[in-house]
């Protein structure tokens, strides 16, 4: 069949991949944990629910702005003023289909075919693939250290005249990590003296922990004119624990925000009416659950280290934020995909392998589900793996000898 060179290269997503493979499962009555996921348990704010309602029930749900409706702009300005203290215009947002299409049409209004998006490893599975479809090429930094935080000598290294733009995620999918403020500042000194785009993904913009505060990046710029190449993205999904209503965000100069409009407008036109009234309740309305959500993780994340702390053979991180730890399982089977599959096969725990992420060897592991699914989803896995846990286990009724250590 003849499909184009770039659709060819577009790998399936993993996540997508391992949740089917997780449903099928489910639905033959397996016992399947799932700590694979990447979204809050938690319910959408209620004021966006009665907004979303209150607009069904009107029976008037047209086609919007293809860059949002102004309600829904008014409030990603307000949220811009209290969380960055940067006062912007309405030509400065764009709304889009998830903090993802904000980010894909971010890309296409920045880069040529040819030319280079950096950033740093392990990264979220997305970057590459977006690249790739608009003919450009993703450059994945590693840190020289092999840690999860990289130096701005890191960075510097990779760029070469193709460099266009720079992404970064702080706190970071897959590992957790949240970049100090020096690395911020350092970044965007740099990419102000080199003319480089750089986009902040900042989608788990509040999910922090352990007193930290979210980092403002407008802090460190010197120039915050309509030159700024400067672009914040965030979104309801995470935060909001929203991530069916498909709302996220770009907050930049005019100029490119046109363009992206542009493109959005022949893309998908603007986002569903019902989910941007939705977002902006949400916005605008009372952030306990935020705070909630953020305490439910932090303690999530502190069961979940205690318990991989409890293996010999797994190397872990704590993580500053987000709903995942990216662990080192090298010691038990240096191949992730092949590590994920055969826990899944044998005590039906889903995670994510880190090739996916850039880093073979590791295991992305979330802390959205529930206690009861993180410490009995870590026990099955030291089982599988561990040659001094007792040799049997019951997964539901089902008692299991294990026969391959
Ligand atoms: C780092 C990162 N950026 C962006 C997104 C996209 O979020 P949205 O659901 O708003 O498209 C995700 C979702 O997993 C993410 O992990």
Known sequence: MSISLIGKSISVSATLKLNE????????????????GGEPKTKAPVEALIAAAG??????????????????????????????????????????????????????AILNPQEEVLFPAPYWVSYTEMAKMIGAVPVPVYAEDGSFYPRMKDIEQRVT?????????????????????????????????????????????????DGKKPINCYKFAKDLSENSK????????????????RIGWAVAN??????MTNIQAHQTSGPSAITQIAAAAAINGVQSGVESLRQTLENNRNILIDRLNAFNGVKSYKPDGTFYTFADFSYYMKDSTKLSKFLLDKVRVLTVPGIEFGMDGFLRISTCGTVKDITEGIDRIKWALDPDAPNEIYIGERKLVRDWL
């Open 55 to 108: 607009m069904i029930n009107s029976g008037e749900v047209r086609y919007t702005p293809a860059d949002g409706i102004p309600a829904l702009k008014k409030a990603i300005i307000r949220y811009t003023e209290e969380f960055y203290d940067r006062k912007v215009e309405p030509e400065n947002v764009i709304a889009s289909s998830g903090a993802k299409q904000s980010l894909m049409v971010a890309l296409q």
């Open 254 to 259: 005019k100029r490119l925000i046109e363009v």
């Open 161 to 209: 005249s193709y460099t266009k733009c720079i992404i970064i995620n702080s706190p970071n999918n897959p590992t957790g990590a949240m970049y100090s403020a020096d690395f911020i500042g350092e970044i965007v000194e740099f990419c102000e003296k080199k003319g480089i785009w750089l986009i902040m993904d900042d989608i788990y913009h509040r999910l922090i922990f």
């Open 21 to 36: 493979m997780a449903a099928i499962l489910r639905e033959k009555g397996e016992p399947v944990i799932h700590l694979g």
């Open 230 to 245: 400067l672009v914040v993205i965030n979104g309801v999904s995470k935060q909001y624990a929203m991530t069916g209503f």
